[in-house]
């Protein structure tokens, strides 16, 4: 079970929105900056969104992160069929002095 | 371009050992703090250790703790993380990962470690 919870998976058409919830604790999300990661189908994982909110160069806009409180929040705008894929929210627990990631939402494009 | 690329995966059997080695370029290596991320099949990613810059500040998850030593050779740019006592939920393809911004930022393609008799 992991640290950080998310949705197993959310789901909308084409061009339509999707938001994946991330939920933690004081130790962790409370604390610390969330990350937020985008694995494809048999690739490395990849960087979305570092410090709740940063896109790094290369990341569109159509990405978007949030945090308030204990939980966050990955948004993608404008879905496409390259969007499917599995997402991670990480960040660090200063309890557990451990990286922590959620257990994973998989994205799919009706 | 930073560039990480991860060697030494394989089978092995239960008990058994392995090292795998991750060769940084594009970078100095001696800059950035360095982790070890898994994916086991069917699994979500799990963080598996984490090393200083200078190597003096090691962490491990609970579930390697005591089994797998996390090190590295700034001077030859390299990352190491030894595995001991396999167990087949070691099982999953093990990648190393910079560490700035507070997030696992650079990604090398991953190396299959698959535990079985």
């Known amino acids: 079970q992991s640290v950080l919870t998310q949705p197993p998976s959310v789901s909308a058409a084409p061009g339509q929105k999707v938001t994946i919830s991330c939920s933690g604790s004081s130790s962790n999300i409370g604390n610390n900056y969330v990350s937020w990661y985008q694995q494809l189908p048999g690739a490395a994982p990849k960087l979305l969104i570092y410090e709740n909110n940063k896109r790094p160069s290369g990341i569109p806009d159509r990405f978007s992160g949030s945090k308030s409180g204990t939980s966050a929040t990955l948004g993608i705008t404008g879905l496409q069929t390259g969007d499917e894929a599995d997402y991670y929210c990480g960040t660090w627990d200063s309890s557990l002095s451990a990286g922590v990631f959620g257990g994973g939402t998989k994205v799919t494009v009706l | 371009e930073v560039q990480l690329v991860e060697s030494g995966g394989g089978l092995v059997q239960p008990g058994g050992s392995l090292r795998l080695s991750c060769a940084a370029s594009g970078f100095t290596l001696s800059s950035y703090e360095m982790n070890w991320v898994r994916r086991a099949p069917g699994r979500g990613l799990e963080w598996i250790s984490y090393i200083s810059s200078s190597g003096t500040t090691t962490h491990y998850a609970d579930s390697v703790k005591g089994r797998f030593t996390i090190s590295r050779d700034n001077a030859k740019n390299s990352l190491f993380l030894q595995m001991y006592s396999l167990r087949a939920e070691d099982t999953a393809v093990y990648y190393c990962?910079?560490?700035?911004?507070?997030?696992?930022?650079?990604w090398g393609p991953g190396s299959l470690v698959t535990v079985s008799s």
């Open positions: 990962t910079t560490y700035y911004y507070d997030a696992f930022v650079d």
